[in-house]
């Protein structure tokens, strides 16, 4: 009988990033606290830019999108926000990217995790930026699944191509 396999993988839904930030800027536009302040968000190049007149109020915006992209099912581990808000001119901005892929760092802690403590005979290999978990047994595959959803990583994963 041939191997079962499934794909461990970490990517994001540009379409709902996309959506996430509209009910942001719609929001943004809406709110009394936002009135006259020039706070927005948008993509800047492959970047999102969030900017206002003051630290406080770009840090709420980024509350704010943080709530949409959860309420879409995207998991805040895939957005890296870049430091803290810096003072440009007369407005704070804040840049945050969505990281995409599994390095291959974070594809030997996964598969670190699977040797050790998932069950014998799974063999997991890193394949570009996924990785491929393979296994006689669909069982032992369920339970790495169930492994790996307990283990708090500090990038997003999901499982396709179950097989």
């Not at 394949?127 to 283990?151: M, Y």
Request: no cysteine; aromatic share 6%.
């Amino acid at each position: 009988m041939a191997d079962s396999s499934f794909d461990i993988v970490s990517k994001v839904e540009r379409q709902e990033v996309d959506n996430a930030l509209n009910q942001a800027v719609k929001e943004i536009s809406q709110r009394y606290d936002f009135k006259g302040t020039n706070a927005s968000i948008s993509w800047s190049g492959e970047k999102i830019l969030m900017q206002a007149n003051g630290e406080e109020r770009v840090l709420a915006i980024l509350d704010i999108f943080q709530t949409k992209l959860i309420k879409r099912g995207i998991s805040l581990k895939s957005l890296d926000v870049e430091g803290d808000p810096q003072l440009s001119g007369k407005e704070y901005k804040l840049f945050a990217s969505v990281t995409e892929g599994i390095s291959q760092e974070n594809a030997k802690k996964v598969a670190k995790a699977i040797r050790d403590e998932g069950p014998k005979g799974v063999k997991a290999q890193v394949q570009g930026d996924e990785l491929r978990v393979s296994s006689k047994s669909r069982d032992d595959l369920q339970a790495v699944q169930t492994l790996l959803k307990g283990k708090d990583f500090d990038f997003a994963i999901q499982f396709v191509n179950y097989r």
